[in-house]
């Protein structure tokens, strides 16, 4: 069964820095796409960044120049650094293995997904 599990969220003022994991199990996924989401109250669940085969990565404009996906496939654990938080970072965040071909902004296209871990930025 597979299974991805996030960690690192967590409390943080605004400015600071958090790195989320997402580690999966039940199967090797090294080298698949893989992305972050994110989901605030109220709000629909939006894509962060990507990283896709030849670890080519992708950003969502929002986060460009502040966050940083990465993967250690040795671990099958996919990484997103994140620096300069500002408080409409705020959300849950989730990360998703992509299996079917299509953007990697159009969550419809990522087959399995973590249970997210909170982030919270205060002002």
């Known amino acids: 069964q597979v299974q991805l599990v996030e960690s690192g969220g967590g409390l943080v003022q605004a400015g600071g820095s958090l790195r989320l994991s997402c580690a999966a199990s039940g199967r090797t996924f090294s080298g698949y796409p893989m992305g972050w989401f994110r989901q605030a109250p109220g709000k629909e669940r939006e894509f962060v960044a990507a990283?896709?085969?030849?670890?080519?990565?992708y950003y969502a404009d929002s986060v460009k120049g502040r966050f940083t996906i990465s993967r250690d496939s040795a671990k099958d654990t996919v990484y997103l650094q994140m620096n300069s938080l500002k408080p409409e970072d705020t959300a849950v965040y989730y990360c998703?293995?992509?299996?079917?071909?299509?953007?990697?902004?159009?969550?419809?296209?990522?087959?399995?997904w973590g249970q997210g871990t909170q982030v919270t930025v205060s002002s």
């Open positions: 990283i896709g085969l030849s670890d080519s990565t």
């Open positions: 998703a293995i992509r299996g079917r071909p299509g953007a990697f902004s159009d969550y419809d296209v990522y087959d399995y």
